[in-house]
């Protein structure tokens, strides 16, 4: 499993990665500009490999589960063309701010029972109270990324190359 990366991106940095959207070798190419970039990489969170085990916890459904559960990871669109390949998705400022009201209303207690409740067939080998307490400890810094890309009214891309 690959690493999760979100930035906080300014309507002129996301319009280049809108540009890209479809074209996965041009995505690439820009992501890896913001990668390298120290100031956008500044306001970058990154989620290790957590972010698997938090959105099989508060959005087993996917694409098909309740909104803005599934904007934590899955965001509001997804821009790359092969799945296979890679998960990149975009959330405009006004999404990005409706997902940290909610991760701020997501306690720990209600992520643990996600994180139980969780379908089999989406559990890691890992699932466990070690991979939980990971899970947790990233979430947390999410929470954090999610509230400052709000009061920067900033846009968010997810990555994740598979």
């Known amino acids: 499993m690959q690493l999760g990366l979100h930035f906080r991106l300014n309507d002129e940095k996301a319009a280049q990665v809108l540009e890209a959207a479809g074209d996965d070798a041009a995505l ?31 959005a087993p459904a996917g694409a098909d589960d309740a909104w803005p559960a599934r904007g934590v990871i899955g965001g509001a ?7 296979d390949e890679s998960l990149i998705t975009h959330l405009n400022p006004g999404e990005a701010a409706e997902v940290a009201d909610y991760l701020d209303e997501l306690s720990d207690e209600e992520f643990s029972e996600a994180y139980r409740a969780m379908p089999e ?4 080998p890992e699932y466990g ?34």
């Open 129 to 162: 109270d070690d991979e939980e307490a990971y899970a947790l400890g990233w979430l947390d810094e999410l929470r954090a990324f999610f509230a400052a890309a709000r009061a920067e009214r900033r846009h968010v891309i997810f990555t994740v190359w598979h």
């Open 77 to 83: 669109r997804e821009l790359q063309d092969d799945d």
């Open 28 to 58: 690439r190419t820009v992501l890896a500009e913001l990668e390298e970039n120290e100031a956008e990489f500044s306001r970058a969170c990154e989620t290790d490999k957590a972010w698997d085990p938090i959105a099989c916890a508060i």
């Open 121 to 124: 067939e989406l559990r890691n």
